[in-house]
């Protein structure tokens, strides 16, 4: 790892880059390293200085007509050596240390983004540094953490999902059994839509269902050793659960429901990275009290959230939710857009990408989405099918929900519930 004064002395082989063309991207006490590519262009790493936050974003539940709407986050504690954003800095850039987002480092980093072919690339890997205890796929003897599509299908049961967001629960203090407490604990219905209708108090039922304790109790115990060794902790898990009547109030709102999705999703993080800033001023508090109140910051933060559909805009969004800054685009495209704002010590970057899940504290998030949405679907066939005998369950979606409708609407005029509380108009 080359210190920044090494990099400025260093001299690389003039055939392959001429470091006097590339300035480093963060502070002089921060760390930063210089990458040779083939097509002649350094990239320079950002580090994240003393700890950083890594955010991870996705959602459940997006096309069905019953059931909630599910969006999670998932926020990670990762070290300094655990790297930020790789940006490339053109040869003219005359950045002179400020954090990119500037004129000429986004045409740069457009360009270089482009030309690879849209693909981007996030340096924190949580997948490398916990691949002992991690894996991207199914697994017996490890923790599987990936995109909840590629671990849960209808009838092979939760096992795998509840491995992964348990075990992650445990290694942060949250000991989770039963569906009520999992609400509770990821703060996810604050306004207690689900006793309204159709999720009564009544159902609550204990968790883990198809997971034991007793591995999920080993297996936490495994994540905690493996952390501590990365300089990696996980913070929390948080999730919104939008119920029919709500979706179709936002949808109503700011109209269409994929900018309802856009809205709960980026609501969340602003909720997410207040959190995880409080957190991070108590949670090192033996670190920070050799620091001065001069040298004392916010951690950086890092956060991916899986692209909503066909949007790649998403400038006056943030600068919504985040009013008190100024929000600059980085880049936009169908693949990837990215954003950033904040000072450089405290930078926030947030990136919309395609297949997000990638990044493990997005995949965590998916899987933590998912299998809100399963629970929260099985509270709702157990409400129908005490009123209507023989109901065979449903999953919400388009292709048998209509038979559903229809096989409760006796049911549904007796108990007068209004079809806003039950279906999505879109």
Known sequence: MLTHNMLCRSRPNPSTTDPEKFVPLCPLSEKAIWHARPWGRALVVAILPHMGILIGMDEAGYGPNLGPLVVAATAWEVAEEVSGVRCPVSGNSQNNGLPIGKTGLKSAIRKEFTRRGGQSEIECDLYRSLRNIVSKSASERRVAISDSKSLYHPGLGLRQLERGVHTVLLAVQEQVNCWSAMVHCCG????????RACWPDGFDCPLPIDASAD??????????????AAGVRPILIRARLVFPAEFNELTARYGTKGAALSHITVGLLRQVTDATRM????????ALSSLTPDTRHLSPVIAVCDKHGGRN?????LQHHFSEHWIEPVFESAADSRYEWGPPESRVRVAFRMKGESFLPTALASMTAKYLRELAMRAFNAFWAAHVPDLRPTAGYPSDSHRFRRAIAAAQRQLGIDDHLLWRNR
């Open 188 to 195: 996810a219905d604050p306004d207690g839509h689900h006793r």
């Open 215 to 228: 591995e999920l109790v080993r297996l936490s115990a495994r994540l905690a050793r493996a952390c501590d």
């Open 279 to 286: 957190l991070g001023e108590t949670s090192l508090t033996s």
């Open 313 to 317: 805009y998403y400038t006056s969004l």
